[in-house]
């Protein structure tokens, strides 16, 4: 009975971990803490080219981490004796595995480059979170905050 409730828990502190490797927004809409009530730079233009892009967020480990040690718990509660130490050391790895694919499923997004003509002649690409539709020719201005990251909006 201990076995199982360890189980769950270890279980629920993978969800719990996995849930926290969310990777924040790269959205044109979004706004960090940071930089809400800060001036911000603004840049007018045309957008000259617009191409679906996927974004992947860097994998931390946590995956693999918290599905290795699920996975090796689960494997521990099956056999007896030696049975018991393959079958923790199998789970251990089909749960880093598993883990692994979670996370870096969960850290791509759709995303859009869109490349720009400035009204001050420059051209310049912006990628970010497909959370509106551009077209060639659409005038949008560029946002950009103070540490350099910009945002397309219309």
């Not at 009530?37 to 693999?64: C, P, R």
């Given at each position: 009975?201990?076995?199982?409730?360890?189980?769950?828990?270890?279980?629920?502190?993978?969800?719990?971990?996995?849930?926290?490797?969310?990777?924040?927004?790269?959205?044109?809409?979004?706004?960090?803490?940071?930089?809400?009530?800060?001036?911000?730079?603004?840049?007018?233009?045309?957008?000259l080219?617009?191409?679906?892009?996927?974004?992947?967020?860097?994998?931390?480990?946590?995956?693999?981490?918290?599905?290795?040690?699920?996975?090796g718990?689960?494997?521990?509660?099956?056999?007896?004796?030696?049975?018991?130490?393959?079958a923790?050391?199998?789970?251990?790895?089909?749960?880093?595995?598993?883990?692994?694919?979670?996370?870096?499923?969960?850290?791509?997004?759709?995303?859009?480059?869109?490349?720009?003509?400035?009204?001050?002649?420059?051209?310049?690409?912006?990628?970010?979170?497909?959370?509106?539709?551009?077209?060639?020719?659409?005038?949008?201005?560029?946002?950009?905050?103070?540490?350099?990251r910009?945002?397309?909006?219309?």
């Amino acid at each position: 009975m201990k076995t199982n409730v360890y189980t769950l828990v270890t279980i629920v502190t993978l969800a719990v971990l996995v849930a926290g490797c969310d990777t924040a927004s790269q959205g044109s809409r979004t706004y960090t803490r940071g930089q809400a009530q800060t001036a911000l730079q603004v840049f007018y233009g045309t957008v000259l080219a617009v191409a679906d892009v996927t974004i992947e967020a860097e994998e931390t480990g946590a995956g693999s981490v918290a599905g290795g040690v699920v996975g090796g718990i689960v494997g521990s509660t099956v056999g007896g004796g030696r049975g018991t130490k393959l079958a923790t050391a199998g789970g251990a790895l089909a749960g880093a595995a598993a883990g692994s694919a979670a996370e870096r499923a969960r850290a791509k997004k759709g995303g859009v480059e869109i490349e720009v003509e400035l009204d001050d002649g420059r051209i310049m690409v912006v990628v970010q979170e497909k959370d509106d539709e551009y077209a060639v020719g659409d005038r949008i201005r560029i946002i950009q905050s103070r540490d350099g990251r910009m945002r397309v909006r219309q």
